[in-house]
């Protein structure tokens, strides 16, 4: 069956980076699209901030570009999201979600669990 487990969430200074990943099991990972998302507390969720396909160009929302770099590595089965220049306001649970009709439409069908990153100092 279809798994996406987050992993790399964590406490960082205001400026500081951090890495996550998402491994994923179950399907093949180059036929789709791959998304971040982000839920702050007591907040709505956000996203997707970022996509990456195999054969497209990324997606980045104005709220991340330039900070955050999205990656995949289809055959270890991972998408990654590079956050640099993390602010307070970054402070999330951010979850990976696979978006299967990317560039057409931005809707997911499989999400992790998500990982909680936290921004302060």
């Known amino acids: 069956q279809v798994q996406l487990v987050e992993s790399g969430g964590g406490l960082v200074q205001p400026g500081g980076s951090l890495r996550l990943s998402c491994t994923t099991s179950g399907f093949t990972l180059e036929n789709y699209g791959m998304g971040w998302f982000r839920q702050a507390p007591g907040k709505a969720r956000e996203g997707p901030l970022a996509i990456s396909s195999s054969y497209f160009s990324p997606y980045y929302a104005d709220s991340v570009k330039g900070r955050f770099t999205i990656s995949r590595v289809n055959t270890k089965n991972t998408v990654n999201l590079q956050m640099n220049s993390l602010k307070p306001e970054d402070t999330a649970v951010y979850y990976c979600?696979?978006?299967?009709?990317?560039?057409?439409?931005?809707?997911?069908?499989?999400w992790g669990q998500g990982t909680l990153v936290t921004v302060s100092s």
């Open positions: 979600a696979r978006i299967p009709y990317y560039p057409s439409n931005y809707d997911t069908d499989y």
